[in-house]
T-cell receptor, first 112, second 112 residues
Framework: DTGVSQDPRHKITKRGQNVTFRCDPI?????LYWYRQTLGQGPEFLTY????????KSRLLSDRFSAERPKGSFSTLEIQRTEQGDSAMYLC??????????FGSGTRLTVV | DQQVKQNSPSLSVQEGRISILNCDYT??????FLWYKKYPAEGPTFLIS?????DKNEDGRFTVFLNKSAKHLSLHIVPSQPGDSAVYFC???????????FGEGTQLTVNP
């Protein structure tokens, strides 16, 4: 098991385009989280899945953001009509309980 | 509303000395606290945690102290090593939920 895997590592997109990120959690972990981190700030919670059920969404997750976790395995985070303010590091994490997440290396999004 | 705050953006110490990183929180519902370490271009890595029923937890060179009455926790690293140079994030979790709330981070630099 190689840990939490995120793809792509970097994404540059033009404003107004749609982007999708993928996260593959540690296989035995039933919980999966998405966080966003901007420069000089700590990670901010976006959403959380237990198996395939999306149990919590942050107010940060506007209507342009959607996350899925079909079959309770990998997850995707889609951002529609990207804005410059969406530029950030998007982090995925997984756990078996609520303690001690394992984070992936993140996807760095730059909207130009 | 920054519920978890790390007031020192940076800290510089000499190799072999003690590093003390501080964190304050405002929400009395937080019952579990964690420290993460982050190297550039990597996701945060879990370091050590403490439950609100304890006031100290130790793991090798790392000790976390919790002062509930002051809503303050600290991470002590003794002795500090150059490889400890990284950004350290304090995080907290509420009793009822699984999301983590992070502080802004402290950049620790350990000089040889």
């Amino acid at each position: 098991d190689t840990g939490v895997s995120q793809d792509p590592r970097h994404k540059i997109t033009k404003r107004g385009q749609n982007v999708t990120f993928r996260c593959d959690p540690i296989s035995e972990h039933n919980r999966l989280y998405w966080y966003r981190q901007t420069l000089g700030q700590g990670p901010e919670f976006l959403t959380y899945f237990q198996n395939e059920a999306q149990l919590e969404k942050s107010r940060l997750l506007s209507d342009r953001f959607s996350a899925e976790r079909p079959k309770g395995s990998f997850s995707t985070l889609e951002i529609q009509r990207t804005e410059q303010g969406d530029s950030a590091m998007y982090l995925c994490a997984s756990s078996r309980t609520g303690d001690g997440y394992t984070f992936g290396s993140g996807t760095r999004l730059t909207v130009v | 509303d920054q519920q978890v705050k790390q007031n020192s953006p940076s800290l510089s110490v000499q190799e072999g000395r003690i590093s003390i990183l501080n964190c304050d929180y405002t929400n009395s519902m937080f019952d579990y606290f964690l420290w993460y370490k982050k190297y550039p271009a990597e996701g945060p890595t879990f370091l050590i945690s403490i439950s609100s029923i304890k006031d100290k937890n130790e793991d090798g060179r790392f000790t976390v102290f919790l002062n509930k009455s002051a809503k303050h926790l600290s991470l002590h690293i003794v002795p500090s090593q150059p490889g400890d140079s990284a950004v350290y994030f304090c995080a907290a979790r509420k009793t009822s939920g699984s999301r983590l709330t992070f502080g802004e981070g402290t950049q620790l630099t350990v000089n040889p």
